[in-house]
């Protein structure tokens, strides 16, 4: 009898550590988580931002500009294109 | 022998003798019992029943309400270009009671807010419980001013939207409030699909404040979702800039632009002057914020002549080479004369629309029933809205025909007595671009037509008319200028009186409404320009306008010309004659 006590105590005592490492465990992954979650808002926000950028950049008034006045640029004119027709 | 022992008997205490009645002790237990009872009773009262008082006030100890936030939909043009994206930015606040600054630090956090100390302790002086000290900073000047560590100073997310086209899509997008929210443009056409929902989550926190467990999604956050706009930034920008130099070379009060794609109904560009920035709206004018393409409605002129056209082919009773006797370049209406710029003679039906005679016209309209024109008016979409959704949309002034004095209908045949608004009449001339009938326009870009085109007039008409049109912009047209290299224009030029205070003043409304290429239209250009100086006729002022718009839109939609052009040999040869016949063909 007393020798069952024993075991079932211990078993009690086993499963209740065993609740607390997979409680902690639990925490550590979820802060894990948490932290990619962070890291993932601040990617999608940087990648706001840059596309914002890129659009500044590639903003139409500028490519214009530049390619006249630094490249010397100039729509072609009448008779420069030749289309060709697919056959 | 022993000596008797005496016997003391030591509980013989008189006092202890005396028996306590049972009913004391009793008592005693009782009680006892009765207020281990109560305590019990109230234990189970708050555990079991009246529980949640006591578990909020435990979960306060280490559960918290986080919000969550989403984000504003993003707007992007045709093609995936971003033109309107939110960014997180920092609001700095004070409760003005709690700050309590050494000049250093005050002088620091100035520093970092970019105002005067004594501006900033202007703010912090006021008596208030919460006031900004400064909105929409970026996320990484807000770090350094949090970690100044300053009791009293908080900071607060926010999101700013930022406008990368700036004042080329200004009055296309519109803007939105320091909350985030759409205030004009398509930022309020669209306010419900944009705007995000924030959402809120319970998590368990512990004593260093991290998250350790998400209890709950109490509400999950809905990010705004993106608008795809049919306007095409390219087309934008061309049609911006080539308003804007058409601005500055007549001094204009005003114009706009609207172009619309004849295969869907889509508004690929519309581009209004003045305009402004919306990245910095600082010091706004009203003037610059109109958005006059769809707010603004004047008496259009000249370009209604081509509706009456069509509508005197459609019954038959004229033919497009019917001869109409224009001279002497008057007509007599009641009281009111109506006349000509110049003596036209006898002119045919094509003829009246390509020199736009005012007589010609007139003398057509008034072979029809005010019914008859207002039913086509009507059907072409004046006097009522487009319903895109638009902010401020105008209706313009369509009169009932049973109000039509002989005089109102003649003069509403050439365009004056009757208001529109520059986007209404891009509607309306898609009917000549796609044979006859009528799509509804769309702001986003719609991959087949939302609904089924409406028919006005039959495709024979449709295509006779855009002849017309053809010869008004070619040579010995009223708009030669409108001409474009390597395709074939078709338009009709507007220049109306405008009306102060009841009267007809010598200050001008030009315009010219016109489609290409004419053998198979693929864009509707409307040209506005309110006012110039130097030249007022649409022929000199808004045709050119429409001439560069169409030449760059062409081009980038990738159409193939249509007018036969001399392919120029000279291209292939060295640069230096190539070089000249540049020179010669600009």
Known sequence: MIRLDALLVALVVASALGVVAAQHQARKLFSALEREQTRAHGLEVEWGQLQLEQSTWAAHGRVEKLARERLGLRPPVQGQVVVLEPQ | MMQKQRTVTFNHNPLLKRELPVWRSRFVLMVLLGCLLVLVGRALFLQGIDNEFLQAKGEMRYARVLEVPATRGRITDRNGDMFAVSTPVRSIWAIPTDVSLEPGEARQLARLLEMDVAELNAKLASGRDFAYLKRQLSPDVAERIAALKLTGIHEQREYRRFYPGGEVTAHM??????????????????????????????????????????????????????????????????AYSALRDAMQKYRAKAGA???????????LALANAPTFNPNNRANLTGTQLRNRAFTDTFEPGSVMKPFVAALALESGKFKATTKIDTSPGRLTIGSATIGDAHVHGILTVAEVIQKSSNVGTVKMALQFSPD???????????GSQLNLGFPGEATGRLRPAKSWRPIEQATMSYGHGISVSLIQLAHAYLAFARDGDLLPLSLTR?????????????????????????????????????????YRVAGKTGTAYKIEGGQYVKKYVSSFVGLAPASRPRLVVAVMIDEPNGAHYGGAVAAPVFARIVEGSLRALGVAPDSPITPLQLARKQGAEAATAVRESM
Do not use: C, N
């Open chain 2, 257 to 267: 632009v609207v172009v619309v794609d004849v295969q869907t109904g889509e508004v």
């Open chain 2, 372 to 382: 008859e024109m207002w039913h086509l008016l009507d059907g072409l979409g004046f």
């Open chain 2, 173 to 238: 997008l519109g803007f939105t409030s320091v909350e985030d929210r759409g205030q004009e443009g398509i930022e309020l056409a669209y306010e419900a699909q944009l705007a995000g929902q924030p959402g809120s989550r319970r998590v368990i926190k512990d004593r260093r404040g991290q998250v350790v467990e998400d209890v709950e999604s109490i509400r999950p956050p809905r990010d705004g979702e993106d608008v795809v706009l049919a306007m095409d930034g390219k087309i934008q920008y061309l």
């Open chain 2, 446 to 486: 719609v991959d087949t037509p939302k609904a089924a085109p409406k028919r006005i007039f039959s495709p024979t008409v449709a295509r006779e008319v855009r002849g017309m049109l053809e010869m008004a912009a070619g040579p010995g047209g009223t708009a030669p200028q409108a001409q474009v290299p390597g």
